[in-house]
């Protein structure tokens, strides 16, 4: 039923229709639950309706036969048992009628003048003893722009009133109280102790004042039947016509029924919100699993490079000591009195590796070979406290409130991650120390100086590299002495050969250790590839939800401020 707004009340109608519209386009992103989204939908259908009251109580209160009295109409059962088993819609129509609404109840049509600009609902008891019926009243209350709870004169105010009234509570529902069946309390001061009872409960379980009119249903059949002015004054509904006409005039439905609707809003509002905080709080956590892993891979990083930097300097200190020895070796070589030495080849290999040499190629592959090890420690640490992390995040799992899709998609991201990272360890646990050891020391000797060791490795191809630079030289010098003869000249070969020695071994310690640095960062780089890879699916999974949530909680904020601005001009 289409009701007249002014120019006024039309404008704040369409800033309640835009908020509620606004909220029911983010609520559907939201994961909100289909009975809100309905509940909005039909609210934004409803905004222009007629007043909508929703009477309700627990069965045997009288609500059937107080609606009939008030509207004076037979239309609805009444009985001593739980006689309304549907919900009954009240609405104006010129002639009587009674149609089914399919799902939930009756529509009945009367040709009286409050229902012009009043619906009623009539609802199933409120008792726990019949279930069904307080799903349907519960179905119906968010809808209602007033509520009348039915309360009885001789079992007033129970625990299941008091718990169903804080339901109504959470709504923010205008409720009036009416407490029937008066009649059966025969002094005027019972009456006044029952309705302060039910007064001060009311009002504590709600938190607000709250009318109550005390009425009897029965005597007002009979006022109306005996057009008894007396008694219809005795009944109570003299009274409660006097504040529907001063507490329900068209000012007060318009503000009742915008308040109602931001009331809706509100509710969903306030849930959405604390749903989407709750999930941000989920995915933070997930985050933080990010970032724990990107601490480990950083830590993996950090104390890598700072070990294979360290070894790097122990193998230039064994160059540094092999050069010191070399100038040595040469200056003790190049003497008149050891002339007839200086051509013996042979003599002067086993001579120069024993003094300038000695364990150096040996020193290099032990160096060599604890960085190896120290790598695969580093890498089964890392990856196992990134395996660690995974797990203990998955047993930990808060059960947020998300659509089963997202937590799926969810699992099976971390389920692949596990995966990736089982993965990775299996091979770093296969893979023998030694091996991996020879693997990089061929690789950086090939590679600095061109030659095969898979056969031989480091420690022979370093000792070959270097007496062979170092007889060839001495055979250079040897024989251009000789064929020199010269005593003037041996001092500027001595130094020839210290300075080309010096430059050549410079050169072998250079590309050696550029050649295993490089070989060894790579190695770490490329497990840090992997680790990315492997964790990056998620992580982008995680930011891209953190993302949506966020901006959903900034349009809520914003629907929020507006649906207060709004209360504060309809309540003005």
Request: contains cysteine.
């Amino acid at each position: 039923m289409q009701i007249n707004y002014s120019q006024k009340q039309k404008q704040t109608t369409q800033e309640v229709r835009n908020v509620l519209t606004e909220l029911l386009a983010c609520a559907s992103a939201a994961n909100t639950p289909d009975e809100q989204i309905s509940m909005l939908k039909e609210t934004l259908q409803a905004l222009e309706d007629s007043f909508l009251v929703v009477v309700v109580g627990e069965f045997n209160a009288g609500k059937s036969s107080f609606i009939n009295a008030l509207l004076n109409t037979d239309k609805l059962a009444e009985g001593v048992t739980p006689t309304t088993a549907q919900i009954n819609l009240i609405r104006y129509g010129e002639t009587e009628s009674v149609d089914p609404i399919e799902n939930w109840g009756l529509m009945i049509k009367l040709p009286v003048d409050l229902l012009e600009d009043v619906s009623f609902v009539d609802t199933p008891g409120t008792n726990a003893v019949i279930q069904e019926h307080e799903v349907l009243t519960r179905w119906f209350l968010p809808r209602a722009d007033m509520v009348i709870f039915l309360s009885s004169a001789d079992r007033p105010f129970s625990e299941s009133e008091n718990k169903f009234l804080q339901s109504i509570r959470d709504w923010g529902k205008k409720t009036v109280l009416i407490l029937n069946k008066i009649d059966l309390l025969e002094t005027q001061e019972d009456r006044d102790q029952v309705i302060n009872f039910v007064r001060s409960s009311a009002e504590k379980a709600l938190n607000v004042e709250i009318p109550v009119i005390a009425v009897s249903s029965r005597l007002a059949k009979k006022a109306r039947s005996a057009m008894s002015q007396d008694l219809w004054k005795a009944s109570g509904f003299e009274a409660l016509e006097q504040f529907i006409q001063d507490k329900m005039d068209e000012k007060s439905r318009f503000a009742m029924k915008m308040l109602s609707a931001l009331g809706i809003a509100a509710k969903v509002e306030a849930e959405a919100t604390e749903r989407i905080q709750n999930e941000l709080r989920f995915y933070n956590e997930d985050r933080k699993l990010t970032e724990t892993i990107r601490g480990e891979v950083d830590l993996y990083h950090d104390d890598m490079m700072k070990e294979i930097n360290r070894s790097m300097k122990e193998i230039h200190a064994i160059f540094s000591d092999v050069k010191i020895r070399g100038n040595d070796y040469f200056e003790d070589l190049f003497v008149v009195k050891n002339i007839p030495n200086i051509l013996k080849k042979d003599k002067n290999r086993v001579l120069f590796q024993e003094n300038v040499l000695q364990n150096m190629p040996t020193d290099v592959e032990r160096k060599t070979t604890e960085l190896v090890e120290s790598l695969g420690a580093q890498q089964q640490r890392m990856v196992q406290l990134v395996r660690l992390q995974i797990e203990n995040r998955n047993s930990q799992f808060p059960g947020a409130d998300m659509p089963k899709e997202i937590l799926e998609q969810r699992s099976e991201l971390i389920k692949r991650m596990q995966n990736s990272i089982d993965s990775i360890l299996e091979k770093i646990e296969s893979d023998i120390a030694l091996n991996i050891g020879m693997k990089h020391a061929q690789a950086a000797v090939t590679a600095g100086f061109a030659i095969e060791v898979s056969a031989i490795g480091i420690g022979a191809a370093l000792t070959t590299i270097a007496t062979t630079v170092a007889a060839d030289l001495l055979g250079i010098v040897a024989a251009f002495w000789v064929g020199v003869a010269g005593f003037l000249v041996l001092p500027y070969y001595k130094k020839k050969a210290q300075r080309e020695f010096d430059e050549k071994i410079t050169e072998i310690e250079d590309k050696l250790v550029a050649s295993l640095q490089g070989e060894f960062t790579q190695e770490v780089d490329d497990q840090i590839t992997q680790i990315n890879n492997a964790t990056r699916p998620f992580e982008r999974f995680v930011e891209a939800s953190i993302e949506s949530g966020q901006k959903q909680l900034d349009t809520l904020s914003g629907i929020h401020d507006e649906i207060d601005r709004l209360r504060g001009e309809v309540e003005e």
